[in-house]
Protein backbone atom coordinates (compact mmCIF):
# COMPACT_ATOMS: atom_id res chain seq x y z
CA UNK A 1 0.00 0.00 0.00
CA UNK A 2 2.55 2.73 1.13
CA UNK A 3 4.72 1.60 -2.12
CA UNK A 4 1.43 2.39 -4.15
CA UNK A 5 0.94 5.70 -2.44
CA UNK A 6 4.68 6.89 -3.01
CA UNK A 7 4.64 5.65 -6.95
CA UNK A 8 1.09 7.73 -6.86
CA UNK A 9 2.84 10.54 -5.28
CA UNK A 10 6.01 10.47 -7.49
CA UNK A 11 3.25 10.39 -10.87
CA UNK A 12 1.57 13.44 -9.61
CA UNK A 13 4.78 15.70 -9.06
CA UNK A 14 5.82 14.59 -12.43
CA UNK A 15 2.59 15.71 -13.94
CA UNK A 16 3.01 19.04 -12.18
CA UNK A 17 6.51 19.40 -13.61
CA UNK A 18 5.04 18.95 -16.75
CA UNK A 19 2.48 21.07 -16.48
CA UNK A 20 4.23 23.48 -15.05
CA UNK A 21 6.64 23.45 -17.75
CA UNK A 22 4.23 24.50 -20.46
CA UNK A 23 2.79 27.07 -18.00
CA UNK A 24 6.38 28.86 -17.96
CA UNK A 25 6.68 28.59 -21.53
CA UNK A 26 3.30 30.62 -22.23
CA UNK A 27 4.33 32.90 -19.68
CA UNK A 28 7.25 34.09 -21.43
CA UNK A 29 5.47 34.09 -24.48
CA UNK A 30 2.92 35.73 -22.88
CA UNK A 31 4.95 38.81 -21.44
CA UNK A 32 5.19 42.15 -22.99
CA UNK A 33 6.88 44.60 -23.35
CA UNK A 34 10.01 42.31 -24.23
CA UNK A 35 12.94 43.44 -26.02
CA UNK A 36 13.36 41.80 -29.78
CA UNK A 37 11.14 39.36 -28.53
CA UNK A 38 7.73 37.56 -30.06
CA UNK A 39 5.28 38.28 -28.00
CA UNK A 40 0.86 38.62 -28.62
CA UNK A 41 1.98 42.28 -28.96
CA UNK A 42 3.86 42.21 -31.94
CA UNK A 43 6.81 39.71 -33.59
CA UNK A 44 9.85 41.10 -32.13
CA UNK A 45 12.98 41.67 -34.21
CA UNK A 46 11.27 38.30 -36.17
CA UNK A 47 10.07 37.99 -39.75
CA UNK A 48 9.57 34.19 -39.75
CA UNK A 49 7.36 33.72 -36.80
CA UNK A 50 4.78 35.49 -34.50
CA UNK A 51 2.65 34.56 -31.18
CA UNK A 52 0.57 31.66 -33.09
CA UNK A 53 3.75 29.93 -34.40
CA UNK A 54 5.44 30.18 -30.82
CA UNK A 55 1.85 28.81 -29.56
CA UNK A 56 1.86 26.24 -32.00
CA UNK A 57 5.28 24.84 -30.65
CA UNK A 58 4.55 25.09 -27.66
CA UNK A 59 1.34 23.07 -28.01
CA UNK A 60 3.32 20.48 -30.09
CA UNK A 61 6.12 20.10 -27.16
CA UNK A 62 3.19 19.04 -24.24
CA UNK A 63 4.07 15.74 -24.10
CA UNK A 64 8.19 15.89 -24.25
CA UNK A 65 8.63 17.48 -20.81
CA UNK A 66 6.32 14.48 -19.11
CA UNK A 67 8.81 12.34 -20.66
CA UNK A 68 11.78 13.97 -20.00
CA UNK A 69 10.31 14.28 -16.06
CA UNK A 70 9.95 10.39 -16.11
CA UNK A 71 13.29 9.41 -17.72
CA UNK A 72 15.20 11.73 -15.47
CA UNK A 73 12.89 9.98 -12.19
CA UNK A 74 14.24 7.15 -13.65
CA UNK A 75 17.67 8.61 -13.34
CA UNK A 76 18.05 7.60 -17.55
CA UNK A 77 21.27 8.20 -18.96
CA UNK A 78 21.91 11.42 -20.56
CA UNK A 79 21.59 9.86 -24.11
CA UNK A 80 18.00 8.84 -23.34
CA UNK A 81 17.06 12.90 -22.05
CA UNK A 82 19.04 13.85 -25.75
CA UNK A 83 17.58 11.38 -27.48
CA UNK A 84 13.82 12.81 -26.27
CA UNK A 85 15.04 15.88 -27.11
CA UNK A 86 15.85 15.25 -30.43
CA UNK A 87 12.05 13.89 -30.99
CA UNK A 88 10.61 16.74 -29.56
CA UNK A 89 12.53 19.16 -31.70
CA UNK A 90 11.34 17.33 -34.93
CA UNK A 91 7.78 17.96 -33.30
CA UNK A 92 8.52 21.37 -32.94
CA UNK A 93 9.79 22.23 -36.72
CA UNK A 94 7.00 19.62 -38.07
CA UNK A 95 4.31 22.13 -36.14
CA UNK A 96 5.95 25.46 -37.15
CA UNK A 97 6.88 24.26 -40.79
CA UNK A 98 10.90 24.04 -39.88
CA UNK A 99 11.02 27.29 -37.86
CA UNK A 100 13.13 26.89 -34.74
CA UNK A 101 11.03 28.45 -31.98
CA UNK A 102 11.81 26.71 -28.77
CA UNK A 103 15.01 24.51 -29.31
CA UNK A 104 16.82 26.51 -26.24
CA UNK A 105 14.03 26.03 -24.44
CA UNK A 106 13.62 22.25 -25.18
CA UNK A 107 17.40 21.80 -23.89
CA UNK A 108 17.24 24.44 -20.60
CA UNK A 109 13.81 23.77 -19.46
CA UNK A 110 14.01 19.91 -20.46
CA UNK A 111 17.22 18.92 -18.51
CA UNK A 112 15.20 20.93 -15.60
CA UNK A 113 12.60 18.97 -15.55
CA UNK A 114 14.77 15.89 -15.99
CA UNK A 115 16.17 16.98 -12.66
CA UNK A 116 13.12 17.74 -10.92
CA UNK A 117 11.35 14.12 -12.03
CA UNK A 118 14.91 12.90 -10.29
CA UNK A 119 14.38 14.81 -7.29
CA UNK A 120 10.51 13.74 -7.19
CA UNK A 121 11.34 9.92 -7.21
CA UNK A 122 13.69 10.53 -4.41
CA UNK A 123 11.24 12.92 -2.49
CA UNK A 124 13.59 15.39 -2.11
CA UNK A 125 13.06 19.25 -1.33
CA UNK A 126 12.32 21.28 -4.29
CA UNK A 127 14.52 24.08 -4.24
CA UNK A 128 16.99 25.68 -6.72
CA UNK A 129 20.06 24.31 -4.44
CA UNK A 130 18.40 20.75 -4.73
CA UNK A 131 17.92 21.23 -8.46
CA UNK A 132 20.54 22.46 -9.70
CA UNK A 133 22.61 19.81 -7.72
CA UNK A 134 20.81 16.77 -8.81
CA UNK A 135 21.47 17.69 -11.93
CA UNK A 136 25.03 17.81 -11.92
CA UNK A 137 25.37 14.88 -9.41
CA UNK A 138 23.65 12.54 -12.61
CA UNK A 139 24.51 14.50 -15.76
CA UNK A 140 27.23 16.64 -14.99
CA UNK A 141 29.82 14.88 -16.50
CA UNK A 142 28.11 13.89 -19.57
CA UNK A 143 26.94 17.70 -20.02
CA UNK A 144 30.55 18.32 -19.82
CA UNK A 145 31.70 16.01 -22.19
CA UNK A 146 29.09 17.41 -24.59
CA UNK A 147 30.04 20.81 -23.94
CA UNK A 148 34.23 20.30 -24.70
CA UNK A 149 33.23 17.87 -27.95
CA UNK A 150 31.11 20.92 -29.15
CA UNK A 151 34.11 23.11 -28.46
CA UNK A 152 36.25 20.66 -30.56
CA UNK A 153 33.99 20.46 -33.26
CA UNK A 154 33.41 24.33 -33.51
CA UNK A 155 37.30 24.46 -33.35
CA UNK A 156 37.90 22.16 -36.14
CA UNK A 157 34.50 23.21 -38.57
CA UNK A 158 33.61 19.47 -38.07
CA UNK A 159 29.96 18.00 -37.75
CA UNK A 160 27.13 20.67 -37.97
CA UNK A 161 27.41 22.90 -35.19
CA UNK A 162 24.31 25.06 -34.13
CA UNK A 163 24.44 28.93 -34.65
CA UNK A 164 24.97 29.41 -30.78
CA UNK A 165 28.22 27.21 -31.01
CA UNK A 166 29.63 29.17 -33.73
CA UNK A 167 29.19 32.29 -32.29
CA UNK A 168 30.53 30.99 -28.55
CA UNK A 169 33.50 29.51 -30.59
CA UNK A 170 34.30 32.57 -32.66
CA UNK A 171 33.81 35.41 -30.01
CA UNK A 172 34.68 33.21 -26.85
CA UNK A 173 31.52 33.12 -25.03
CA UNK A 174 29.79 30.59 -22.67
CA UNK A 175 27.44 28.66 -24.78
CA UNK A 176 24.02 27.05 -23.59
CA UNK A 177 25.90 23.68 -23.38
CA UNK A 178 28.46 24.74 -21.05
CA UNK A 179 26.07 26.92 -19.20
CA UNK A 180 24.14 23.57 -18.55
CA UNK A 181 27.76 21.73 -18.14
CA UNK A 182 28.24 24.29 -15.33
CA UNK A 183 25.13 24.01 -13.74
CA UNK A 184 23.23 26.91 -15.21
CA UNK A 185 25.04 29.69 -13.20
CA UNK A 186 23.60 32.58 -14.63
CA UNK A 187 20.08 30.99 -14.19
CA UNK A 188 20.84 29.72 -10.80
CA UNK A 189 23.24 33.30 -9.85
CA UNK A 190 21.41 35.75 -11.55
CA UNK A 191 18.09 34.90 -13.02
CA UNK A 192 15.73 33.37 -10.37
CA UNK A 193 17.07 35.53 -7.93
CA UNK A 194 15.78 38.34 -9.70
CA UNK A 195 12.29 37.07 -10.28
CA UNK A 196 12.36 35.80 -6.67
CA UNK A 197 13.33 38.99 -5.09
CA UNK A 198 10.84 40.95 -7.72
CA UNK A 199 8.23 38.84 -6.31
CA UNK A 200 8.77 39.04 -2.93
CA UNK A 201 8.96 43.37 -3.05
CA UNK A 202 5.46 43.19 -4.30
CA UNK A 203 5.39 43.87 -7.62
CA UNK A 204 2.99 42.25 -10.52
CA UNK A 205 3.87 38.77 -12.00
CA UNK A 206 4.62 40.84 -14.83
CA UNK A 207 6.98 43.57 -13.70
CA UNK A 208 8.98 40.68 -12.15
CA UNK A 209 9.11 39.25 -15.28
CA UNK A 210 10.64 41.74 -17.17
CA UNK A 211 12.88 42.85 -14.03
CA UNK A 212 13.97 38.94 -14.34
CA UNK A 213 14.27 39.31 -17.91
CA UNK A 214 16.38 42.70 -17.80
CA UNK A 215 18.93 41.17 -15.29
CA UNK A 216 19.50 38.20 -17.48
CA UNK A 217 20.03 40.12 -20.28
CA UNK A 218 22.13 42.79 -18.68
CA UNK A 219 24.28 39.28 -17.75
CA UNK A 220 23.96 36.65 -20.23
CA UNK A 221 26.65 36.50 -23.49
CA UNK A 222 23.24 35.47 -25.20
CA UNK A 223 24.74 33.75 -28.58
CA UNK A 224 21.62 34.50 -30.03
CA UNK A 225 22.00 38.21 -29.95
CA UNK A 226 25.64 37.53 -30.69
CA UNK A 227 24.60 35.67 -34.27
CA UNK A 228 22.61 38.60 -35.18
CA UNK A 229 25.46 41.46 -34.46
CA UNK A 230 28.46 40.26 -33.19
CA UNK A 231 29.99 41.25 -30.11
CA UNK A 232 29.07 44.94 -30.48
CA UNK A 233 25.18 43.39 -30.22
CA UNK A 234 25.80 41.65 -27.06
CA UNK A 235 27.64 45.15 -25.58
CA UNK A 236 24.51 47.35 -27.04
CA UNK A 237 21.97 44.41 -25.04
CA UNK A 238 24.06 44.50 -22.00
CA UNK A 239 24.46 48.09 -21.57
CA UNK A 240 20.48 48.96 -21.99
CA UNK A 241 19.59 46.12 -19.66
CA UNK A 242 21.96 47.42 -17.42
CA UNK A 243 21.14 50.81 -17.59
CA UNK A 244 17.41 50.00 -17.20
CA UNK A 245 17.95 48.24 -14.33
CA UNK A 246 20.17 50.76 -12.56
CA UNK A 247 17.91 53.63 -13.18
CA UNK A 248 15.06 52.43 -10.59
CA UNK A 249 14.05 48.98 -13.00
CA UNK A 250 10.01 48.27 -12.78
CA UNK A 251 9.86 50.27 -9.70
CA UNK A 252 10.90 53.64 -11.91
CA UNK A 253 6.61 55.11 -12.87
CA UNK A 254 7.28 54.91 -16.37
CA UNK A 255 9.06 51.42 -16.52
CA UNK A 256 6.71 50.51 -18.99
CA UNK A 257 7.47 52.90 -22.05
CA UNK A 258 11.23 52.68 -21.19
CA UNK A 259 11.20 49.08 -21.78
CA UNK A 260 8.83 49.30 -24.62
CA UNK A 261 11.62 52.06 -25.85
CA UNK A 262 14.49 49.60 -25.76
CA UNK A 263 11.87 46.92 -27.69
CA UNK A 264 11.76 49.25 -30.70
CA UNK A 265 15.42 50.11 -30.54
CA UNK A 266 16.11 45.71 -30.51
CA UNK A 267 13.37 45.71 -33.11
CA UNK A 268 15.78 48.80 -35.07
CA UNK A 269 18.56 46.72 -35.05
CA UNK A 270 16.87 42.80 -35.29
CA UNK A 271 18.43 41.93 -32.25
CA UNK A 272 16.22 38.98 -30.38
CA UNK A 273 17.83 37.48 -26.67
CA UNK A 274 16.29 34.32 -26.66
CA UNK A 275 18.88 33.33 -24.53
CA UNK A 276 17.35 35.39 -22.13
CA UNK A 277 14.41 34.30 -23.42
CA UNK A 278 14.96 30.66 -22.45
CA UNK A 279 16.25 31.67 -18.91
CA UNK A 280 13.28 33.84 -17.88
CA UNK A 281 10.91 30.68 -18.80
CA UNK A 282 13.28 28.54 -16.72
CA UNK A 283 13.37 30.53 -13.86
CA UNK A 284 9.56 31.23 -14.37
CA UNK A 285 9.35 26.91 -14.02
CA UNK A 286 11.52 27.20 -11.00
CA UNK A 287 9.87 29.66 -8.83
CA UNK A 288 6.59 27.80 -9.52
CA UNK A 289 8.07 24.72 -7.92
CA UNK A 290 10.03 26.12 -5.81
CA UNK A 291 9.66 24.83 -2.09
CA UNK A 292 7.72 22.12 -3.14
CA UNK A 293 8.58 18.61 -1.89
CA UNK A 294 8.04 15.12 -3.40
CA UNK A 295 4.87 14.79 -1.87
CA UNK A 296 2.98 18.28 -2.04
CA UNK A 297 3.19 19.93 -5.28
CA UNK A 298 1.16 22.98 -5.40
CA UNK A 299 2.25 25.58 -7.25
CA UNK A 300 2.68 28.78 -5.84
CA UNK A 301 3.02 31.33 -8.49
CA UNK A 302 0.02 31.05 -11.88
CA UNK A 303 0.30 32.47 -15.04
CA UNK A 304 -1.77 35.79 -14.79
CA UNK A 305 -4.99 35.46 -16.84
CA UNK A 306 -4.96 38.99 -18.16
CA UNK A 307 -1.28 38.53 -20.04
Known amino acids: MKVESERQGVQASLVQISRGAVRALHAELALE??????????????ADMNARTLFKSLFALRGFF???????????????????????????????????????????????CAAGGLLAARRSSFDAGHLRRALLEQWGESLRSRAAQARRASALGTGQPSNGQRVAQRFQLRSAHEEAAQGFPTLFGVTVPALQDAIALGVSPRA??????????????????????????????????????????????DWLSQARHIHAEFV????????????????????????????????????????
Request: proline content about 5%.
Open 33 to 46: PKPGLVSYRDNGSH
Open 66 to 112: GKVARAGSEARPFAELQSLGLHAEARMLKSTGGINTHRGAIFSLGLL
Open 268 to 307: ERRLSPGGAADMLACASWVHDMEGLSGQDFAPPLKTPSHL
Open 208 to 253: ARVHCLFATMAALDDTNVAHRGGLEAIDFVKGRATNFIESGSVWQP
